[in-house]
């Protein structure tokens, strides 16, 4: 209790990094029980450790937690609501992109008084961005299914987001990090998309993210000229010389083999958005599966949600439109 009410403090404390000021408490609100018991399920405490991916061509976004064995283990996954633009980063001020990266989240980075909501500010630019030129700022995950830039999610998920990270503060975290990615990085999706002119982008994103999947460790982050790069403590002093686990290695051979045998039938394709997406669960005519384990969430518990203003919802109609993408030639639509 003394932890919570530390925290608490701290949090009330922060200057709001995007929209009002007026006094809340609805960044005090509780863990639900029902993550509780997840937590309970694994070993898990609300004071672990954290981690958040999300994919933007899912539209999805979980949390991970430190488990007992000291390895990350996948506790919850949540539909994103909204996120805008296009597949790949987050180029400049005002372009509407959504960002991709490995960002780093502290407490002064949490918005308690957020106008939407609750939020925490993404860190964009990082290091890696700035040493590419990219400029933008308050690039956030928020409440209210409205995004220029950031990810959106419902008021109730952003809070028990928000929940989490502010207990795994309190437990000791000094920050978690948030890696944010175009897809899944399997096989099928690299194929798919090989032809895109941001795969090397994501091929990049995708040794961080293999690292992750491979160890249950969170990849030290670095940067050496215009590129990411991903190891162990050496990062900290030596970005350009990382060591690469074997099983990483292993890992990364295997998946070339599978895309290679993949793209061989798999034709190769763009998504093209007319201004991003959003998981279908928030879609009005969203037919559920068959069998409700088929997804990680409740759909009827996230369709029924107020959403708040959903941003360009003429954008949303359709999905993306799918353009068949030769390897350095131009693009064009499929008829």
């Known amino acids: 209790m003394i932890r919570i009410r530390a925290t608490a403090a701290l949090l009330i404390g922060l200057t709001g990094l995007a929209g009002c000021h007026e006094t809340s408490t609805r960044h005090l609100d509780p863990i639900p029980p029902r993550t509780l018991s997840l937590m309970a399920k694994a070993g898990m405490s609300p004071a672990d450790p954290i981690l958040i991916r999300a994919y933007k061509k899912e539209s999805e976004m979980e949390v991970w937690k430190r488990g007992p064995d000291g390895r990350y283990a996948l506790l919850k996954t949540y539909p994103?609501?909204?996120?805008?633009?296009?597949?790949?980063?987050?180029?400049?001020?005002?372009?509407?992109?959504t960002v991709e990266g490995f960002y780093t989240i502290t407490p002064g980075q949490m918005n308690p008084n957020s106008s939407y909501y609750l939020s925490f500010d993404t860190g964009f630019p990082n290091e890696f961005d700035r040493a590419n030129g990219r400029t933008g700022s308050y690039l956030m995950v928020h409440g209210t299914c409205s995004s220029m830039g950031c990810f959106a999610m419902t008021d109730q998920t952003i809070s028990e987001i928000y929940a989490l990270a502010r207990e795994a503060f309190a437990g000791g975290q000094r920050s978690f990090q948030f890696q944010a990615l175009p897809f899944r990085m399997n096989a099928q999706n690299l194929a798919t998309f090989r032809n895109d002119p941001n795969m090397p982008f994501w091929k990049n994103l995708k040794e961080g993210s293999d690292i992750f999947e491979v160890t249950g460790q969170e990849p030290q982050v670095g940067v050496c000229g215009l590129r990411y790069s991903f190891g162990g403590p050496e990062i900290a002093t030596n970005p350009c010389a990382p060591v690469i686990d074997p099983a990483v290695a292993a890992k990364q051979a295997a998946d070339e083999r599978r895309v290679a045998e993949l793209a061989a039938g798999v034709a190769a394709k763009r998504l093209v958005y007319k201004d991003g997406g959003q998981n279908p669960v928030f879609s009005t005519n969203f037919a559920p599966p068959a069998e409700e384990a088929a997804l990680p969430y409740s759909a009827k518990e996230y369709s029924q949600r107020d959403l708040g203003t959903v941003s360009r919802p003429d954008a949303l109609v359709g999905g993306p439109?799918?353009?068949a993408a030769t390897a350095g030639g131009p693009v064009a639509a499929r008829r």
């Open 80 to 97: 994103v609501c909204r996120w805008s633009g296009q597949l790949g980063p987050k180029v400049k001020e005002g372009d509407r992109q």
């Open 321 to 323: 439109q799918e353009i």
